[in-house]
């Protein structure tokens, strides 16, 4: 919802605007605000005045300083693929949609790293370090911008092997809501650690938008691994499925992704997928390794599932295989849409110590049960995060309030086991109340301060984490 907007922007301002970028980089047409105005996520659309398409970062810097000297709020906006409703411009003002700056620069294959601007996604990346022996593993599913990724300290399903966001990025070009440009672990450096000073790098990773615009990111690269082997288990109960879980990381296979679905969710997504799943708590197991380990992990994997009462395992090491069932998986949100056509999606993120996953994700599942709702549960379980899908009718007012009861029920119950409101979401519209009660009061004012230093008046995408 808006809150406080702002004066409209005057024609005098947006003229200010085409002189740097040039008319056909601006537009106040409607259906263009509109679509910048939402991502994936239920919150209502909130347009801005005016998108701008900036294609360097030089004119990026123009319009900051535009910005911040006429004291209009400013939003960044990537693929626009979020789930917080991090690009909802909630005051109006300046959307700067970053996708025209596009380039890839700076491929070390020695050192294993790259570097890109805010228009290059996940999939686009990939297929440029074809051939190369390297890849970049993060992965939240959708075709994200990598630079709008970090800004939201994403993850997915690799993360239990290779890391969220926030350790596969070594800099940051950064222009302040001033104007000036920041360079994170300074200039032209990319070490794989450092202990120089404070870690601007992991501060503006996850800073959803709020305190500058990321216009270049120095990522990690990772090798190939020579083989690969996919597989799927069943399991008679939930417990079960994440208790085995538990199991194959205190044995330290090294699992690459281990992805569950509940019973539900293997359903759905077996019929929207046009696959054969059996409609039970789920695994799905990723390993990675040369072909000599494979075996030995397989048969590892084998025993634990073996104990767990899971089903018997056939490997699918093809590649076609292999994207065919990690494609069902990331389709988990349209099967989860499919149960209830015209309905509205929205997912909860929490992330909990791995100790408590079971307990937490069995409650979790009651109290779904209990509360009358559409929720299919789909998880990165080996990080401890999971996610509701909750499938709901936005005109039915009861079954929304319910729908609010239980995401503030599920992120509380996070909270007591120890764990977190978001795992890689980030906070956005939804859950700034949970981010007090999860940083408590020191925590926040330290947030605000952070804030207020690099972002005094409050321009950069205001109303969203604080």
């Given at each position: 919802?808006?809150?406080?907007?702002?004066?409209?922007?005057?024609?005098?301002?947006?003229?200010?605007?085409?002189?740097?970028?040039?008319?056909?980089?601006?537009?106040?047409?409607?259906?263009?605000?509109?679509?910048?105005?939402?991502?994936?996520?239920?919150?209502?659309?909130?347009?801005?005045?005016?998108?701008?398409?900036?294609?360097?970062?030089?004119?990026?810097?123009?319009?900051?300083?535009?910005?911040?000297?006429?004291?209009?709020?400013?939003?960044?906006?990537?693929?626009?693929?979020?789930?917080?409703?991090?690009?909802?411009?909630?005051?109006?003002?300046?959307?700067?949609?970053?996708?025209?700056?596009?380039?890839?620069?700076?491929?070390?294959?020695?050192?294993?790293?790259?570097?890109?601007?805010?228009?290059?996604?996940?999939?686009?990346?990939?297929?440029?370090?074809?051939?190369?022996?390297?890849?970049?593993?993060?992965?939240?599913?959708?075709?994200?911008?990598?630079?709008?990724?970090?800004?939201?300290?994403?993850?997915?399903?690799?993360?239990?092997?290779?890391?969220?966001?926030?350790?596969?990025?070594?800099?940051?070009?950064?222009?302040?809501?001033?104007?000036?440009?920041?360079?994170?672990?300074?200039?032209?450096?990319?070490?794989?650690?450092?202990?120089?000073?404070?870690?601007?790098?992991?501060?503006?990773?996850?800073?959803?938008?709020?305190?500058?615009?990321?216009?270049?990111?120095?990522?990690?690269?990772?090798?190939?691994?020579?083989?690969?082997?996919?597989?799927?288990?069943?399991?008679?109960?939930?417990?079960?499925?994440?208790?085995?879980?538990?199991?194959?990381?205190?044995?330290?296979?090294?699992?690459?992704?281990?992805?569950?679905?509940?019973?539900?969710?293997?359903?759905?997504?077996?019929?929207?997928?046009?696959?054969?799943?059996?409609?039970?708590?789920?695994?799905?197991?990723?390993?990675?390794?040369?072909?000599?380990?494979?075996?030995?992990?397989?048969?590892?994997?084998?025993?634990?599932?073996?104990?767990?009462?899971?089903?018997?395992?056939?490997?699918?090491?093809?590649?076609?295989?292999?994207?065919?069932?990690?494609?069902?998986?990331?389709?988990?949100?349209?099967?989860?849409?499919?149960?209830?056509?015209?309905?509205?999606?929205?997912?909860?993120?929490?992330?909990?110590?791995?100790?408590?996953?079971?307990?937490?994700?069995?409650?979790?599942?009651?109290?779904?049960?209990?509360?009358?709702?559409?929720?299919?549960?789909?998880?990165?379980?080996?990080?401890?995060?999971?996610?509701?899908?909750?499938?709901?009718?936005?005109?039915?007012?009861?079954?929304?309030?319910?729908?609010?009861?239980?995401?503030?029920?599920?992120?509380?119950?996070?909270?007591?086991?120890?764990?977190?409101?978001?795992?890689?979401?980030?906070?956005?519209?939804?859950?700034?109340?949970?981010?007090q009660e999860e940083l408590g009061q020191e925590g926040l004012d330290t947030l605000r301060s952070i804030k207020a230093a690099l972002d005094p008046h409050?321009?950069?995408?205001?109303?969203?984490?604080?």
């Amino acid at each position: 919802t808006r809150r406080s907007r702002r004066p409209s922007l005057s024609p005098d301002f947006v003229e200010a605007l085409r002189a740097v970028v040039g008319a056909p980089n601006v537009s106040t047409a409607t259906a263009v605000r509109e679509q910048h105005g939402h991502d994936e996520s239920m919150h209502p659309c909130a347009p801005p005045d005016v998108v701008v398409w900036p294609q360097a970062v030089g004119q990026v810097q123009e319009l900051a300083a535009l910005c911040h000297r006429c004291r209009v709020p400013m939003v960044p906006f990537g693929t626009g693929t979020g789930l917080e409703g991090g690009v909802n411009a909630v005051q109006g003002g300046v959307c700067f949609d970053l996708s025209r700056m596009d380039a890839i620069a700076e491929l070390s294959l020695e050192d294993f790293s790259v570097t890109v601007e805010p228009g290059v996604t996940r999939k686009a990346l990939n297929k440029h370090l074809r051939g190369t022996g390297l890849w970049f593993p993060v992965d939240p599913g959708a075709d994200a911008s990598l630079c709008g990724m970090a800004a939201t300290g994403a993850s997915g399903t690799n993360a239990v092997r290779y890391g969220t966001m926030r350790p596969n990025v070594l800099n940051l070009r950064v222009v302040l809501p001033d104007g000036r440009l920041l360079h994170t672990a300074g200039p032209r450096r990319q070490p794989r650690k450092r202990a120089a000073g404070y870690d601007l790098t992991s501060l503006f990773v996850g800073s959803e938008g709020t305190l500058g615009f990321l216009t270049q990111a120095t990522l990690r690269l990772h090798p190939l691994p020579e083989a690969t082997a996919v597989t799927v288990a069943s399991f008679p109960s939930v417990g079960a499925a994440v208790a085995c879980t538990v199991q194959v990381l205190q044995a330290a296979v090294p699992v690459a992704r281990i992805e569950f679905l509940d019973e539900v969710m293997a359903d759905a997504c077996g019929r929207f997928s046009q696959m054969e799943l059996p409609a039970a708590a789920t695994l799905l197991l990723e390993l990675h390794g040369s072909r000599r380990s494979l075996a030995e992990q397989q048969q590892q994997m084998e025993e634990i599932v073996q104990q767990n009462s899971g089903s018997s395992l056939a490997w699918a090491e093809g590649l076609d295989e292999r994207e065919q069932l990690w494609s069902m998986r990331h389709n988990a949100w349209y099967a989860a849409l499919a149960l209830r056509p015209g309905c509205q999606g929205y997912s909860t993120d929490v992330c909990v110590p791995i100790s408590r996953l079971p307990d937490v994700v069995v409650e979790t599942k009651q109290d779904l049960q209990a509360s009358g709702l559409t929720g299919p549960m789909v998880g990165h379980v080996g990080d401890g995060n999971f996610h509701c899908i909750l499938v709901f009718n936005s005109q039915d007012p009861d079954e929304a309030q319910r729908i609010h009861a239980f995401t503030q029920r599920l992120g509380r119950r996070a909270l007591a086991a120890g764990g977190t409101c978001t795992g890689e979401h980030g906070v956005g519209l939804g859950k700034r109340a949970l981010l007090q009660e999860e940083l408590g009061q020191e925590g926040l004012d330290t947030l605000r301060s952070i804030k207020a230093a690099l972002d005094p008046h409050n321009l950069m995408n205001p109303g969203k984490v604080l």
